[in-house]
């Protein structure tokens, strides 16, 4: 179930961190390169690329603070976490025209980790 809520507004690094999801893709991002410390490098890079004109794939980007909270809560999900997630799966499904899990036609995901500052080998990088 989505959610309605107000457009998103555009994300700077002077907006305070009140969610962990951003989305990025079809010319648009929620953030950009001024978010590394929330993004991470991966995120920030793909929103930038998304706002220049770089055909990105849709998709969205977890902010840092959910890995710090995990790992400072043992291994706990923040709270909202999970209805969140599903809101931004299901607002990345819309906008592809594609549901995860679906047989006939299947959402297919990357899921890649980062953070702010380069860290090769580091993590680990899941995909499909």
Do not use: W
Not at 6 to 21: D, G, I, K, N
Not at 44 to 54: E, F, P, Q, V, Y
Not at 91 to 120: F, H, Q, Y
């Amino acid at each position: 179930m989505i959610r309605s809520e107000a457009p998103p507004m555009p994300v700077t690094s002077s907006t305070p961190l009140s969610r962990l999801f951003f989305h990025f893709g079809n010319g648009d991002a929620e953030g950009d390169g001024t978010l590394r410390e929330v993004l991470g490098g991966k995120g920030a890079g793909l929103a930038d690329m998304s706002r220049a004109g770089i055909p990105v794939p849709p998709g969205f980007t977890i902010a840092t603070e959910a890995c710090r909270y995990v790992a400072s809560h043992g291994r706990e999900l923040p709270p909202g976490f999970e209805d969140d997630m599903q809101d931004a799966l299901a607002r990345l499904e819309a906008t592809i025209g594609k549901r995860l899990g679906d047989p006939a036609n299947p959402l297919l995901l990357a899921v890649r980790s980062g953070s702010a500052m380069s860290m090769p080998g580091m993590m680990d990088t899941i995909l499909n």
